[in-house]
């Protein structure tokens, strides 16, 4: 088994504003919550081999006896492993590798509510669109099975969806994938090679920024402005940086919830047009819309179909199980990205592109999800401003997540304390590089109702003992009462 070394400088990155100076809790204490959060939430891999005690310890500033406390107590859970001529391993404890069920866990401390996860279960008809799928079946098996395009009914459906929105697009503009998450790899691998750069919206979706680094292709992040996005910043980068590509989530944007307006669209086509750089808009949250529908897509605004790249997925408006995804782009680069595909895997299963495609065909889009979440949205807002009034969060008008702003700089120190309460949530910095975003948290509000009252309630615990200080109001027994029913 290979084993990679994180240096010094990449560890302090990661961990970011780590320590809060004014906690009851020692530094060693607070170091290892950090560390074991980098370890849960996957910033740090398993396997990975960690600074020296002294090395760490010159590099944070602390006395070794401090970085060896630290590193005991993460042994002692399970977290770290030393092995001789290998140094100090990260690992999972035993506990942690088979969750009980999928929300909560068991874990050394108890019930452990995995607040991370943006995402639905199978929304009404997926059932039924898989026994049709079993149903057609028999009419696609005289054929290899193997069609790294996908399937014509399937890309038929996805063009046709497009059409629907204002988008003109033929099958032949269409490749299906493993889900969003592999189309952008495939696009990674087709446009950027090691070294080369690409522009990201940041924050932006976790999984891009590990695709990226594990491509060794070097982020470009281009923050976004109170409101919207900054064009200009945008055209900046895509000048001064030459950048391969550029990432952006134009539709109740994750984490932030966020939706581009049509000038906007227009304006960031226009300029990827002037500096030839080719634009990846990924559009998995499209569907996600809580008060309004998105505008038409940022590929209307490419009528040649060879700047604007677009990615979708049906993982978030029909189920994460499905695992079905696609790329929308002109026939030369989907003919490119079907030979690239088969270097990776030959096609995509069937059964789940017959169910696709009927879903699509169906076009009842969230349908009686819509409202579920926004009751659910609304539900959480209320809570947070009850008992974490201190916190400024808006209200998104679609997506799966509130994008919440801490007066401190404190995410990550307090998602690893929050685990010791119970809860497990995705601290900013998972949202961006270089240790950005150390004031803000992503809350999914895709749990029932009953679990987002038992999240606040450890999280306001989490918060008030970071603070060493009494929850912010004292009306917090209705609250407990659901997290003692629900344990």
Not at 48 to 74: I, K, M, N, W, Y
Not at 154 to 169: K, M, N, S, Y
Not at 198 to 210: G, K, L, R, S
Not at 351 to 356: F, M, N, P, S, T
Request: with cysteine; aromatic share 6%; net charge neutral.
């Amino acid at each position: 088994m290979s084993i990679s070394f994180l240096r010094p400088p990449s560890l302090l990155r990661l961990l970011g504003a780590w320590r809060a100076e004014n906690s009851p809790e020692p530094a060693y204490r607070q170091l290892a919550q950090a560390l074991r959060m980098l370890v849960l939430d996957g910033r740090v891999g398993l396997n990975v081999r960690l600074p020296g005690e002294r090395e760490l310890a010159g590099a944070l500033g602390l006395s070794r006896t401090t970085v060896a406390a630290a590193f005991d107590r993460l042994r002692d859970e399970g977290y770290l492993e030393s092995r001789q001529g290998s140094g100090t391993l990260t690992r999972l404890p035993a506990s942690r590798i088979a969750p009980v069920a999928p929300d909560i866990e068991m874990g050394s401390g108890g019930n452990l509510l995995n607040w991370t996860h943006a995402a639905l279960p199978a929304a009404p008809g997926v059932g039924r669109a898989l026994q049709t799928a079993v149903e057609m079946l028999p009419a696609f098996l005289g054929d290899l099975g193997y069609d790294p395009l996908g399937l014509p009914p399937l890309r038929r459906a996805i063009a046709a969806h497009f059409e629907r929105r204002g988008c003109p697009t033929s099958p032949d503009q269409i490749i299906v994938t493993n889900g969003a998450q592999q189309g952008f790899s495939l696009l990674v691998q087709w446009l950027a090679g090691p070294g080369d750069r690409a522009v990201i919206d940041h924050p932006t979706y976790h999984n891009v920024i590990q695709a990226l680094q594990r491509a060794h292709v070097v982020p470009v992040p281009v923050g976004l402005p109170a409101q919207g996005w900054d064009i200009d910043a945008m055209e900046a980068a895509f000048r001064q940086t030459a950048p391969r590509f550029a990432y952006v989530i134009a539709d109740f944007h994750n984490p932030t919830g966020r939706s581009m307006d049509p000038a906007t669209r227009r304006a960031l086509a226009d300029v990827a047009a002037a500096t030839h750089t080719p634009l990846i808009i990924d559009e998995t949250m499209v569907a996600m819309g809580l008060d309004f529908a998105p505008p038409p897509p940022v590929a209307v605004h490419d009528p040649s179909g060879r700047q604007v790249i677009t990615l979708g997925s049906a993982s978030k408006i029909y189920w994460g199980g499905l695992r079905v995804g696609w790329i929308r782009a002109d026939p030369q680069t989907i003919a490119a990205l079907g030979r690239l595909r088969t270097t990776m895997d030959m096609a995509s299963p069937v059964i789940e592109q017959l169910a696709v495609a009927h879903l699509l065909d169906e076009g009842k889009g969230l349908g009686p999800q819509a409202k579920l979440l926004r009751d659910r949205r609304d539900h959480l807002l209320a809570l947070l401003e009850r008992h974490l009034p201190h916190w400024r969060i808006e209200s998104p008008a679609g997506g799966l997540s509130l994008w919440a702003e801490m007066p401190g700089a404190e995410a990550t120190a307090l998602a690893a304390l929050a685990e010791s309460h119970g809860v497990r949530i995705a601290p900013g910095p998972r949202f961006g590089v270089s240790g950005a975003f150390e004031r803000f948290l992503r809350l999914p509000f895709t749990l029932p109702k009953e679990q987002l009252a038992v999240g606040v309630e450890r999280l306001a615990q989490a918060d008030a003992r970071l603070h060493a200080r009494m929850p912010v109001g004292r009306d917090t027994s209705a609250l407990a009462l659901e997290a003692d029913r629900l344990i």
